[in-house]
T-cell receptor
Framework: EAEVAQSPRYKITEKSQAVAFWCDPI?????LYWYRQILGQGPELLVQFQDESVVDDSQLPKDRFSAERLKGVDSTLKIQPAELGDSAMYLC????????????FGPGTRLTVL | DAKTTQPPSMDCAEGRAANLPCNHSTISGNEYVYWYRQIHSQGPQYIIHGLKNNETNEMASLIITEDRKSSTLILPHATLRDTAVYYC????????????FGGGTRVLVKP
């Protein structure tokens, strides 16, 4: 069964450093989401792509976060500089454009900022 | 998207049915009820969704009240592997609509 891939699974960094997360959605899925999940809370959307275009980044802290999906396939989420409050799970999800039923989530990247 | 209300936690005995309630009193006519679950340290997993009729699949059953203001997810024979946080989400059924997660219900299945 096709899966959403994410790497790394775990990342420890010091504040003020730069970090990057990678997501490879299920083949053929045009829509890609990045969510952030703080411990004990539900995931919250950071950014949504339709193919290579951003359709919603209203909750993305643009002073330090950036996201791209250059060829409309895989995607990278970057934080620079990282802050202590960025410690969280970063989840990527993808879905088909048509006949929608579900979003498929990857295993996530657990970020710890020291 | 309409807001949902779920109990923060519940316990269930292994082998018994688990009934997870969800209130969504402000749901609009074209919004669906979705259920996802998240096992510890994994990404959320889709379980089931419905509009107004009861739905069943290999994982669970979804019962939606006639006025659509509440629903119940039923895990017919809970196993230890069903221990997870269960999220009830109301949203339009269309590609490109984000999922708005609440706090969910933390379900602990006990032997």
């Amino acid at each position: 069964e096709a899966e959403v891939a994410q790497s790394p699974r775990y990342k420890i960094t010091e504040k003020s450093q730069a970090v990057a997360f990678w997501c490879d959605p299920i083949s053929g899925h045009a829509t890609l989401y990045w969510y952030r999940q703080i411990l004990g809370q539900g995931p919250e959307l950071l950014v949504q792509f339709q193919d290579e275009s951003v359709v919603d980044d209203s909750q993305l802290p643009k002073d330090r976060f950036s996201a791209e999906r250059l060829k409309g396939v895989d995607s990278t989420l970057k934080i620079q500089p990282a802050e202590l409050g960025d410690s969280a799970m970063y989840l990527c999800a993808s879905e088909q454009s048509a006949a929608y039923n579900e979003q498929f989530f990857g295993p996530g990247t657990r970020l710890t900022v020291l | 998207d309409a807001k949902t209300t779920q109990p923060p936690s519940m316990d269930c005995a292994e082998g018994r049915a688990a009934n997870l309630p969800c209130n969504h009193s402000t749901i609009s006519g074209n919004e669906y009820v979705y259920w996802y679950r998240q096992i510890h340290s994994q990404g959320p997993q889709y379980i089931i969704h419905g509009l107004k009729n009861n739905e069943t699949n290999e994982m669970a059953s979804l019962i939606i009240t006639e006025d659509r203001k509440s629903s119940t997810l039923i895990l017919p024979h809970a196993t230890l592997r069903d221990t997870a946080v269960y999220y009830c989400i109301v949203r339009l059924k269309a590609a490109g609509n984000k999922l708005t997660f609440g706090g969910g219900t933390r379900v602990l299945v006990k032997p």
